[in-house]
């Protein structure tokens, strides 16, 4: 029995690797309008090899049998179609593919390692087009090119299976009616294409660290294929701009720390009271890496200051020797490109540890009038923590118990109140 | 624009007995002739074809298992093209990678009846 489970998890983790590659290349041979059809011979290949293996054993290249065999379905269905309607022969690159004179060569060159990746990139700008809704391009990302079951993806969002159906749907009418080719960038849009991509990325990693989900898999799942997602775009000469190894540092700094930061139980841990020995070392040191080589350029974004801050967490020895000057620096200069008021509440927590409550105080005051933040836990959180700083119990607590009213999340929740009984106790 | 017939006669022989290198340089070298075609719009389209067919002849009556040539003679594929001549298309056939198979080319005009 063990040899089954073996083809089980051998196919699990090509299907996570492979899948997303493969849709890329078939969409890319039938054309947008089809990539129900390209998702449809990526599952048949995967049933096919299930079969195939269950009785004549695992091959020895498992990569370059599935690929071999989506291939040979690819040329069975255009055989099939060649006098349908259903893919556009009159497209050049599809032009030989209906002749068998040139069939076979075409559709190798489609295969050809060195476009895989091209195709694959391709097809995430494509999916990041600003038309297409966040979270439906975050949806079709995990559909489509991380492998994800429709389960997989409700389970991530917390959403059903019906919802996340009907996103996939429109995504797709969407690339149906406006026949989107996707294609890697021009040097002169790159950058702000990449953001985009950028962007979705990071809210899918972010989906899996900062995510209450009790269920611990679906969130490593997530953070693992933002962090692939992101190097994938590291790994081609044309997309590996300064902000792209920025976002990868950034993400390798959090993915490090991602174990300490829960409990089994699901609980929050503060950054304070983390385990720090149980910090990834090894993702701190790829992340300072990438942080280097983000810094070629004239380039400085708010993925770059993030990283920056995130790293001298990551080397602060405990909690009370971190160079809160430093990162005041960067929370600083992180406002002048782009002000945010939540950003601006998390500068008052470092003003907090550097210059004291009194200051934190008075920092804080600036945005009191702010109609969102007003209304955001974290706000009343950070007030909390003021107050119980200044000694003043009581506005400590009706502060925490304010935030408790204010957020949806249980551990949060959790965490607040912990604090109130700790001040009560 | 006119359209043009290519009738590729011969050739399948010296071709199935090359070496499997030879054969697939062959077929890039298609790839990269129909390809110019289908780029420059010249190329309608084009089918290579099966050894095997069947011949009728006095009024369908008789049948045989075996197309109307053979060896040297067997149409082995076609080619539908646009050119705006004769003599264009016979420039366009000239480039036909089968020679090195020594195939033999028809080129026929496709006739308006009305």
Same mark, same amino acid.
């Given at each position: 029995?063990?040899?089954?489970?073996?083809?089980n998890?051998?196919?699990n983790?090509?299907?996570?690797?492979?899948?997303?590659k493969?849709?890329?290349?078939?969409?890319?041979?039938?054309?947008?309008?089809n990539?129900?059809?390209?998702?449809?011979?990526v599952q048949?290949a995967?049933?096919?090899?299930?079969?195939?293996?269950?009785?004549?054993?695992m091959?020895?290249?498992?990569?370059?049998w599935?690929?071999?065999?989506?291939?040979n379905?690819?040329?069975?269905?255009?055989?099939?179609?060649?006098?349908?309607k259903?893919?556009?022969?009159?497209?050049?690159?599809?032009?030989?593919?209906?002749?068998?004179?040139?069939?076979?060569?075409t559709?190798?060159?489609?295969?050809?390692?060195?476009?895989?990746?091209?195709?694959?990139?391709?097809?995430?700008?494509?999916c990041c087009?600003?038309?297409?809704?966040?979270?439906?391009q975050?949806?079709?990302?995990?559909?489509s090119?991380?492998?994800?079951?429709?389960?997989?993806?409700?389970r991530?969002?917390?959403?059903?299976?019906?919802?996340?159906s009907?996103?996939?749907?429109?995504?797709k009418?969407y690339?149906?009616?406006?026949?989107?080719?996707?294609?890697?960038?021009?040097p002169e849009?790159?950058?702000?294409?990449?953001?985009?991509?950028?962007r979705t990325i990071?809210?899918?990693?972010?989906?899996?660290?900062n995510?209450?989900?009790?269920?611990?898999?679906?969130?490593?799942?997530?953070?693992?294929?933002?962090l692939?997602?992101?190097?994938?775009l590291?790994?081609?000469?044309?997309t590996?701009?300064p902000?792209v190894y920025?976002?990868?540092?950034?993400?390798?700094?959090?993915?490090?720390?991602?174990?300490?930061r829960?409990?089994?139980?699901?609980?929050?841990?503060?950054?304070?009271?983390?385990d720090?020995?149980?910090?990834?070392?090894?993702?701190?040191?790829?992340g300072?890496?990438?942080?280097?080589q983000?810094?070629?350029?004239?380039?400085?974004t708010?993925?770059?200051?993030?990283?920056?801050?995130a790293?001298?967490?990551?080397?602060?020895?405990?909690?009370?020797?971190?160079?809160?000057?430093?990162?005041?620096?960067?929370?600083?200069?992180?406002?002048?490109?782009?002000?945010?008021?939540?950003?601006?509440?998390?500068?008052?927590?470092?003003?907090?540890?550097?210059?004291?409550?009194?200051?934190?105080?008075?920092?804080?005051k600036?945005?009191?009038?702010?109609?969102?933040?007003?209304k955001?836990?974290?706000?009343?959180?950070i007030l909390g923590?003021?107050?119980?700083?200044l000694k003043?119990?009581?506005k400590?607590?009706?502060?925490?118990?304010?935030a408790?009213?204010?957020?949806?999340?249980?551990p949060?929740k959790?965490?607040?109140?912990?604090?109130?009984?700790?001040?009560?106790? | 624009m006119?359209?043009?017939?290519?009738?590729?006669r011969g050739?399948?022989?010296?071709?199935?007995n090359?070496?499997? %290198? +030879?054969?697939?340089?062959?077929?890039?070298?298609?790839?990269?002739w129909?390809?110019? #075609? =289908?780029?420059?719009?010249?190329l309608?389209g084009?089918?290579p074809?099966?050894?095997?067919?069947?011949?009728?002849t006095?009024?369908g009556k008789?049948i045989?298992?075996?197309?109307?040539a053979?060896? %040297? +003679?067997?149409?082995?594929g076609?080619?539908?093209?646009?050119?705006?001549?004769?003599? #264009? =298309?016979?420039?366009?056939?000239k480039?036909?990678?089968?020679?090195?198979f020594d195939?033999?080319?028809?080129?026929?005009?496709?006739?308006?009846?009305v």
């Amino acid at each position: 029995m063990k040899k089954k489970e073996d083809i089980n998890k051998t196919l699990n983790n090509l299907f996570r690797q492979e899948s997303g590659k493969m849709v890329a290349v078939l969409i890319k041979i039938f054309g947008t309008e089809n990539i129900e059809l390209a998702e449809d011979v990526v599952q048949d290949a995967l049933i096919s090899a299930l079969e195939t293996w269950k009785y004549r054993g695992m091959p020895e290249n498992p990569k370059a049998w599935l690929y071999r065999t989506a291939r040979n379905k690819a040329i069975d269905i255009i055989r099939r179609k060649k006098h349908s309607k259903t893919i556009d022969f009159s497209d050049p690159e599809r032009k030989l593919l209906i002749s068998e004179y040139t069939l076979a060569t075409t559709m190798d060159n489609f295969w050809k390692e060195q476009h895989i990746q091209d195709d694959f990139l391709a097809m995430m700008y494509a999916c990041c087009h600003p038309d297409i809704s966040q979270e439906n391009q975050i949806t079709f990302i995990l559909k489509s090119l991380c492998g994800f079951s429709t389960k997989e993806v409700a389970r991530s969002f917390l959403v059903s299976e019906d919802t996340i159906s009907k996103r996939l749907y429109r995504t797709k009418e969407y690339f149906r009616k406006h026949k989107i080719r996707p294609r890697i960038p021009f040097p002169e849009e790159i950058n702000a294409k990449t953001a985009v991509v950028l962007r979705t990325i990071y809210l899918m990693f972010n989906e899996g660290y900062n995510s209450t989900h009790s269920d611990q898999l679906i969130r490593k799942d997530l953070i693992s294929q933002a962090l692939w997602l992101c190097k994938s775009l590291l790994d081609n000469k044309s997309t590996q701009t300064p902000e792209v190894y920025a976002l990868m540092a950034l993400m390798s700094f959090h993915a490090a720390r991602v174990d300490s930061r829960v409990t089994e139980q699901g609980a929050l841990i503060r950054l304070a009271d983390q385990d720090r020995n149980s910090w990834n070392q090894e993702l701190i040191s790829l992340g300072s890496m990438y942080l280097n080589q983000a810094a070629f350029g004239k380039t400085l974004t708010t993925y770059h200051l993030e990283a920056a801050i995130a790293y001298q967490h990551c080397i602060a020895s405990n909690y009370e020797n971190t160079n809160w000057k430093e990162i005041l620096t960067y929370y600083d200069l992180l406002l002048v490109i782009a002000y945010d008021p939540v950003v601006f509440l998390n500068r008052c927590l470092v003003m907090l540890e550097l210059n004291g409550p009194d200051e934190a105080l008075e920092a804080i005051k600036k945005i009191q009038n702010h109609k969102i933040i007003s209304k955001y836990y974290l706000y009343h959180a950070i007030l909390g923590e003021i107050h119980e700083r200044l000694k003043a119990s009581s506005k400590a607590v009706a502060y925490y118990q304010q935030a408790i009213q204010l957020t949806q999340s249980k551990p949060e929740k959790r965490l607040l109140k912990q604090k109130i009984t700790n001040l009560n106790g | 624009m006119k359209e043009f017939l290519i009738l590729i006669r011969g050739g399948q022989e010296k071709y199935q007995n090359s070496a499997l %290198k +030879e054969m697939q340089k062959h077929m890039e070298d298609w790839q990269q002739w129909m390809g110019t #075609l =289908a780029k420059e719009e010249t190329l309608v389209g084009g089918q290579p074809l099966m050894n095997e067919g069947a011949t009728l002849t006095e009024g369908g009556k008789k049948i045989t298992d075996r197309p109307f040539a053979e060896g %040297k +003679e067997i149409v082995g594929g076609y080619l539908l093209i646009k050119a705006d001549s004769m003599d #264009l =298309a016979t420039k366009i056939a000239k480039e036909c990678p089968s020679f090195e198979f020594d195939c033999s080319l028809e080129i026929r005009e496709i006739s308006p009846l009305v």
